[in-house]
């Protein structure tokens, strides 16, 4: 398959969420390159039972969140990729130390290596979301120091369909699914904190614990709807000009 007919598997056109699939990783496959991914491998089975009225945001570190939406996919959920990090330049699958956010290339071999999968499903139209997101997506290393790789990105509220949107499509409660901990990253919180704010029930469960489902109440995040908030969050991150977060840091005194 091209890079093109992957993209639409994932994005099929006039499916309900294919505006919203990032395809930052896609236009970065090679259509020469067979790509093989080992699942990474799940503490235990993730639970994942179909509710028509309910939406996923399974936010899971690298590409364990492609082998989550895939089992999401074979439980009647149309997984949305919103990965919008590039991968490091000569980057094998293992990751990279060069790079702020390392596995990026890991995420991609593996929503190419699903794409069967996912194509043999044949997930009706109207099959509700499952929206997936690196946990790893803001680093965790400190401030990047010159010729680092940086791939560090956030989460937008535009990044996800508006709470009307959902409502239109029968969707009344939203499952966030994360390896440990309840509570949503601060970059996510804005988005769910505006979809319960108009009527929409979010609940949390863990990898670790799966069958205990945890209602939220999303404290509201700092600088919550503000106009300048996108750009306070993106200040430092490295944008590329096809689009997507990712640059080499350069030293300041390189002129």
């Not at 970065?28 to 509710?51: G, H, K, N, T």
């Not at 990253?185 to 029930?201: C, F, M, R, S, V």
């Not at 945890?214 to 404290?219: M, T, W």
């Amino acid at each position: 398959m091209t890079k093109h007919e992957i993209f639409e598997v994932w994005a099929p056109p006039g499916g309900i969420w294919s505006d919203w699939v990032k395809p930052v990783l896609f236009a970065r496959m090679q259509s020469e390159v067979e790509y093989v991914a080992d699942p990474p491998r799940l503490p235990s089975d993730p639970q994942i039972r179909y509710e028509q009225e309910s939406a996923l945001v399974i936010d899971l570190p690298g590409a364990l969140g492609v082998e989550v939406g895939i089992i999401a996919a074979k439980n009647g959920y149309r997984p949305v990729p919103l990965y919008n990090a590039l991968p490091a330049p000569n980057e094998n699958p293992l990751g990279l130390t060069g790079a702020t956010v390392p596995g990026i290339t890991g995420v991609m071999y593996s929503l190419a290596a699903a794409t069967p999968v996912l194509s043999s499903l044949s997930l009706p139209s109207a099959a509700p979301a499952a929206f997936l997101l690196d946990a790893n997506r803001r680093g965790g290393m400190g401030k990047p120091r010159p010729g680092m790789f940086d791939n560090r990105s956030v989460s937008f509220t535009t990044d996800f369909p508006s709470a009307t949107y959902l409502s239109v499509q029968g969707i009344s409660k939203v499952y966030l699914v994360q390896e440990t901990g309840a509570a949503p990253q601060p970059d996510l919180a804005h988005t769910l904190l505006k979809w319960q704010e108009n009527g929409i029930q979010i609940f949390a469960k863990t990898l670790m614990n799966p069958e205990v489902l945890e209602p939220l109440r999303i404290a509201r995040p700092s600088h919550f709807g503000r106009i300048w908030y996108r750009v306070l969050l993106a200040l430092g991150l490295q944008s590329d000009r096809l689009g997507g977060f990712g640059g080499i840091v350069l030293d300041p005194s390189s002129g």
